[in-house]
Each structure stands twice: as C-alpha cells, then as structure tokens.
C-alpha cells in the first residue's frame, strides 16, 4: 500500500480555512484517497473520499492534482469542535476491500 | 442505521488472564476489520474478515490473539493469556463488498493489562 506523509500538527483559529496537505508519491492507478477524522476516545471517522480533480461534501474539500501524488483537505471556517487527528490513507477503492495503513496522522489544535 | 458497537469500552484485566472483545459491524456489512492502536503508536491492522471467513490475519501479533466471526455476523477477538503490551485499544471496522466510500469504525476497547 502507497505510503503517506502529512504534517504531524498544525493550529488554527476558529473561523479560518484550513489546508491540510498529504504526500502519496507512489499512489497505485486504482488507489483512493481517503481521509478520516478522530476525536479523542473515538474510532476514525471517514470524512471525504477522492480519486481525482476535486470532491466536496458537507464537511470538508478534497483538491487531488493530476499527478495524483498529493492531495489536500480543506476545512472551510473551522471551530473549536474540529480539534483532532486527520488521517490521510491511500487504498483500492472497492477492490477486495483491503485493510487501511494509518500513518501518524495531522493533529490539528483549533484555538478560539 | 446502527453504526459499529464494540464492547466493552474498557477492560482492566490482570497479566495471565483471559478477555474476550465483541464486535458488532453495521448490519449487512461483509467487511470486518479488527485494528489495535497500543499507546504512543500508530493504528495497526490485525486482521479482516469476508464474512465468516478470515481474509487477512497478516497483523495478528501473536497465537495468543485469537479472532473469530460465527455466521458473518458479530466478531470476536479473545486474548489468552494476555501480556502487559496487549494493552491498547482495539478498534473495530466493517464496510459493505461493493461501492465506493469509507469503513465505519466503533469506538473502541480500552484493554488496559496490569
């Protein structure tokens, strides 16, 4: 499975936009960029899901380059309720249903 | 729907002792995942189950762990005997075969082994 470099933390304040960026240099062609959100004493919650160009819900963007080999997640107007760990993952996106490689994750400290 | 329910929350246990966790994935799920994160680490997968049947056991540390899914339905991982570094905490997953999107995660179990 493609490994994956993010920062280990980054701060903010509430309102802000924040952009957080994943390196996947040897993303595979049937991978997917996935993202997940944990709060402490909790399981990973899946937040958005992207294979290229840009995704958006209701929580957050996905900006995927052509090359693929980054993506960046992208938290418009942040609040305090947003403090956690980002994880930033990279597998096939049906395919066999793989198990997910975390690495540290982006904790991400939102002031007020 | 009735997301991932892990039980129990926590556990205390002594070193030597036996604990069995339970996993119950979202209904219809064939997916199940069984993770540990032990303290100061990443979250590391130990191993996957397709239905009943174990797909992946590459992450189980040791043939003290033992993991088991009768009928496809809820999972269990029982720790005999269990080892001060058993301590941790273990996350289920469980995702549908088919389509796109993410793994449903529970909330976890707390071991904590004295």
């Known amino acids: 499975l493609a490994k994956t470099t993010q920062p280990i933390s980054m701060d903010s304040y509430e309102g802000q936009e924040v952009n957080i960026t994943c390196s996947h240099n040897?993303?595979?062609?049937?991978?997917?960029i996935t993202w997940y959100q944990q709060f402490p004493s909790q399981g990973p919650r899946f937040i958005i899901q992207g294979y290229k160009t840009k995704v958006t819900n209701e929580v957050a963007s996905l900006f995927i380059p052509a090359d693929r080999k980054s993506s960046t997640l992208s938290l418009p107007r942040v609040s305090l309720s947003d403090t956690a760990v980002y994880y930033c993952l990279v597998a096939p996106g049906t395919t066999g249903r793989r198990a997910l490689t975390f690495g540290s994750g982006t904790r991400l400290q939102v002031q007020p | 729907e009735a997301g991932v329910t892990q039980f129990p929350s926590h556990s205390v246990i002594e070193k030597g002792q036996t604990v069995t966790l339970r996993c119950d994935p979202i209904s219809g799920h064939d997916n199940l995942y069984w993770y540990r994160r032990v303290m100061g680490k990443e979250i590391k997968f130990l191993l996957h189950?397709?239905?009943?049947?174990?797909?992946?056991e590459s992450g189980m540390p040791n043939n003290r762990f033992l993991a088991e899914r009768t009928g496809g339905t809820y999972s269990t991982l029982k720790v005999q005997p269990a080892e001060l570094e058993d301590s941790g905490v273990y996350f289920c997953?469980?995702?549908?075969?088919?389509?796109?999107?993410?793994?449903?995660f529970g909330s976890g179990t707390r071991l904590t082994v004295v």
């Open positions: 189950f397709v239905k009943e049947s174990k797909q992946d």
């Open positions: 040897n993303i595979a062609t049937n991978d997917y």
């Open positions: 997953a469980s995702s549908p075969s088919e389509g796109l999107g993410g793994y449903t």
